[in-house]
């Protein structure tokens, strides 16, 4: 196997993450969206769209089609939701990307700052840098739940699958939650902080992360 370059992309900005719908696309650490384009093409305004400049950090993204994607982030105490919907090379980014921002009771903030937001649908998981976890309700989804304690350190990253919710953590550990329930199923444990984590698309059993030792862990796990 050899690898072989077929196109270059010059971006202006460090990219935080990387993603495809009908072409590639990429959230750059200041919040910025950006349509990568050859170094042979021109870089316009319409390949940009600086909604979340310096405002928001995205923390998540879930595809929800091979045309459209979900972008998830968080700013002070406020969650932020974008949709992403790309119907091809033509598409200005400006208008293709719409955003709204999901905010707190007094009584529902969180203590300490958010670390890790995911969604699933309508359903919001939190983390927070004490290791709290904290979730919408149904049916009334704007109302939350007490935060609750999953881990001994910051959640570094969340994933919702059809049944269950995904923690990874700086206490170096993984840990499976019953969605329903809430109740925990299992852990991994990692040589460092988890600092990365995926779940497969096709195989919601099957996980990859990666953590602060530079180890890339393959996980699996049956209910």
């Known amino acids: 196997m050899s690898l072989i370059k077929t196109t270059s992309y ?9 993603l495809y719908t009908t072409q590639l696309v990429c959230v750059t650490t200041p919040g910025n969206l950006h349509y990568l384009v050859a170094e042979d093409e021109e870089d316009d305004w319409s390949t940009w769209n600086h909604l979340w400049n310096q405002k928001v950090r995205v923390r998540d993204c879930v595809h929800n089609d091979p045309k459209s994607l979900w972008l998830i982030g968080e700013s002070d105490d406020k969650v932020h939701v974008g ?4 119907m091809g090379l033509k598409t200005d980014l ?8 999901i905010t707190f ?20 998981v939190c983390g927070d840098m004490d290791g709290n976890m904290w979730f919408n309700q149904q049916p009334n989804i704007s109302s939350w739940s007490k935060r609750k304690p999953a ?8 994933k919702i699958t059809p049944s269950t919710i995904i923690s ?7 840990k499976v939650w019953d969605r329903n329930t809430k109740k925990q199923l299992g852990m991994f444990v990692c ?12 195989n919601p059993g099957e996980l990859a992360c ?9 996980l699996s796990w049956k209910e």
């Not at 400006?94 to 921002?101: M, Q, Y």
């Not at 009771?105 to 919001?124: C, N």
């Open 191 to 202: 040589g460092g902080p988890v600092l990365l984590l995926q779940v497969n698309p096709r």
């Open 151 to 158: 881990h001994t350190d910051g959640i570094s990253r969340l």
């Open 168 to 174: 990874a953590s700086y206490d170096h550990t993984v």
């Open 210 to 218: 990666a953590d602060g030792q530079g180890k890339l862990f393959l």
């Open 10 to 18: 010059k971006v202006k900005e460090p990219v935080l993450h990387l």
């Open 83 to 86: 949709f992403l919907f790309d």
């Open 94 to 101: 400006h208008s293709s990307f719409s955003a709204l921002t």
């Open 105 to 124: 009771e007094e009584d529902e903030k969180p203590g300490s700052p958010i670390t890790a937001v995911s969604m699933d649908k309508d359903f919001v």
